[in-house]
């Protein structure tokens, strides 16, 4: 099945999750750069959207040149959300996405993220809100279930074909499973089964290859890529090695840091850019030192030049 959302197409079927802290404009700028083919925003509270609170705002920084852009809203209450998708969809984002997946512990104690998870009526009221009141397509990013004993996926995924969603994505792991664990394929192929929208399949692709042979083994729309791509965006690039040389990596970070200096204030954001910056060097044997280094840098202009100094020196080890 081609990849799109709605009558958006997805040029390649390979994109990028998103990330609370992460997939801010100038990281998404960048996986688009090396060819991801949809990038989807940090996570928004639809509250703080509708109450216009800074901090909410902030996540809406968008440009022509990510696009298309899928933003994420949270919450539990639906008839915000559905005010929450009104706004967002006078915004220049290609779509809507609804976080059904989140498992912190302050977002589902609210209800909201992967605790809808076990509550699919309410999950049908909140899509079915932001689908009515959203002038964009509108995906679902939704989890296996709440935990092995109440697998959910395939009747949440049919619940929101049904209330208007336009695509799925899907973490293979339950509430309980957090972060780790085996990804369950079997889950994703019932999910597709049940839904004749496209179904994009998330949960520890580490490679391009990996991401090439997944599409083949079950046929999903696209694959989706979260923690693999955080200093390797090359993740998104077709033939390239994927542990690339220490030139290739400060290239990529030079080329970050370039975007965040234009499109990011650096206060509140630089501590944010100095944790994307250090895991550029993740897995080398300089990795330790090269992140006390950049942990040291206050302004943009220090990080610059500390990341100048470590290219001249790495690059004559
Ligand atoms: C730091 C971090 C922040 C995340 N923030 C969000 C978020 O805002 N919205 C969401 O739906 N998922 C979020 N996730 C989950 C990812 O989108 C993804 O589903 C998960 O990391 C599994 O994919 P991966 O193995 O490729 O990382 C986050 C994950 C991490 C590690």
New binding site residues.
């Given amino acids: 099945m081609t990849c799109s959302l709605g009558a958006i197409p997805i040029t390649t079927p390979f994109i990028l999750?998103?990330?609370?802290?992460?997939t801010d404009l100038p990281f998404r700028l960048l996986c688009k750069e090396y060819g991801a083919g949809l990038c989807?925003s940090?996570?928004i509270d639809c509250r703080g959207l509708v109450s216009q609170q800074r901090d909410c705002l902030e996540l809406l920084l968008t440009n022509a040149a990510e696009q298309p852009v899928v933003m994420?809203l949270?919450g539990r209450d639906p008839a915000t959300m559905g005010e929450a998708a009104a706004i967002l969809s006078e915004h220049p984002v290609a779509g809507i996405?609804i976080?059904m997946?989140?498992p912190m512990e302050k977002v589902v104690q609210t209800g909201a993220g992967a605790a809808l998870m076990k509550n699919p009526r309410l999950a049908e009221q909140i899509i079915t809100a932001v689908c009515k009141n959203s002038k964009k397509p509108v995906s679902v990013?939704i989890r296996s279930g709440w935990n092995q004993h109440t697998i959910t996926a395939p009747e949440i995924a049919r619940i929101a074909e049904g209330a208007g969603a336009h695509a799925i994505a899907i973490?293979a792991r339950t509430w309980s499973d957090g972060?780790t664990g085996p990804i369950d394929h079997e889950v994703i192929r019932q999910v597709m089964e049940s839904v004749a929208i496209p179904v994009i399949a998330?949960?520890?692709?580490t490679s391009h290859e990996q991401g090439v042979a997944l599409l083949k083994k079950i046929g999903c729309a696209g694959v989706?890529?979260?923690?693999?791509a955080l200093g390797a965006p090359w993740i998104f690039s077709r033939g390239v090695n994927q542990h690339p040389s220490m030139a290739y990596r400060i290239k990529a970070l030079q080329r970050h840091l370039e975007l965040a200096e234009i499109h990011l204030a650096p206060e509140p954001n630089l501590s944010k850019i100095r944790n994307h910056a250090w895991k550029y060097f993740r897995g080398t044997t300089n990795g330790p030192a090269v992140r006390r280094q950049i942990d040291a840098a206050t302004t943009y202009p220090e990080l610059r030049t500390c990341i100048d100094t470590l290219a001249e020196q790495l690059l004559r080890q």
Avoid: W
């Avoid at 989706?224 to 693999?228: K, N, T």
């Fill in positions: 999750a998103p990330m609370a802290g992460g989807y940090e996570m994420q949270y996405d976080n997946g989140c990013k973490h972060f998330n949960g520890d692709i989706m890529i979260g923690r693999a």
